[in-house]
């Protein structure tokens, strides 16, 4: 079975500064998909970013990146330009082609933005 | 536009009542899913269905129960609530052909008394 690794249960950043969220991984298939996903006090699940396993290429979208390193098995987050509205737990999130696609959650980190 | 919905998004209940959470999606979606959300263990899987008359168990599945009659509805029964059971549920949806996620309802708190 597939597990999610966050080993940072709480980060805090300045206002304009940036910060990387770690993620770890462990999975015996090659291909899968990777995810981040922000959880803002609302409660709602909103995709950051997301990776595929045999792209090398890391993925950007704004001011978020990933830096995925298959071999190591890591997928960090990083967030530059830190937001007011950034401040929300973030999940990794595992998702393999065998068992269904099921998406496996790491525990999360729960991110402050200070002013 | 298509979307998944949660009701109640609070509920307060009592130990031993039977309580059914409500997921209706509109996405047309054959997969989906109930999770729960506890602090420090993320979200961890407690159902999932892959179409009509299907359903799985997922990791932490004692105690819940649920059924798919249809493609829209998928319920979620806790039996005989406990205190253990306190927590945020989230129902998810795929159209399991593509590497996109979930699409997610936006929860269900849910606290046994």
């Known amino acids: 079975a597939q597990t999610v690794t966050q080993s940072q249960p709480e980060m805090s950043v300045q206002e304009a500064e940036t910060v990387t969220l770690s993620c770890t991984y462990d999975t015996s298939e090659n291909n899968y998909y990777l995810f981040w996903y922000k959880q803002p006090p609302s409660r709602q699940m909103i995709l950051v970013i997301r990776?595929?396993?045999?792209?090398?290429q890391n993925a950007t979208e704004n001011r978020f990146s990933v830096n995925f390193q298959k071999a190591a098995k890591s997928f960090s987050l990083k967030i530059s330009d830190s937001q007011l509205g950034d401040t929300a737990m973030y999940f990794c999130a595992f998702q393999g082609n065998n068992a269904g696609n099921m998406l496996t959650f790491g525990g999360g980190t729960r991110l402050m933005v200070k002013p | 536009d298509a979307e998944i919905t949660q009701s109640p998004r609070h509920k307060i209940t009592e130990t031993g009542r039977q309580v059914t959470l409500a997921c209706h999606q509109t996405w047309n979606h054959n997969n989906m899913f109930w999770y729960r959300q506890d602090l420090g263990h993320g979200l961890r899987l407690i159902h999932y269905s892959y179409g009509v008359h299907d359903t799985n168990k997922g990791e932490v599945s004692d105690g819940y129960s649920v059924s798919r009659s249809n493609t829209e509805d998928l319920p979620l029964t806790l039996e005989s609530a406990a205190s253990s059971q306190t927590s945020v549920y989230f129902c998810a949806s795929s159209d399991g052909g593509t590497a996109y996620g979930y699409t997610f309802g936006s929860g269900t708190r849910l606290t046994v008394v």
């Open positions: 990776q595929e396993a045999y792209k090398q």
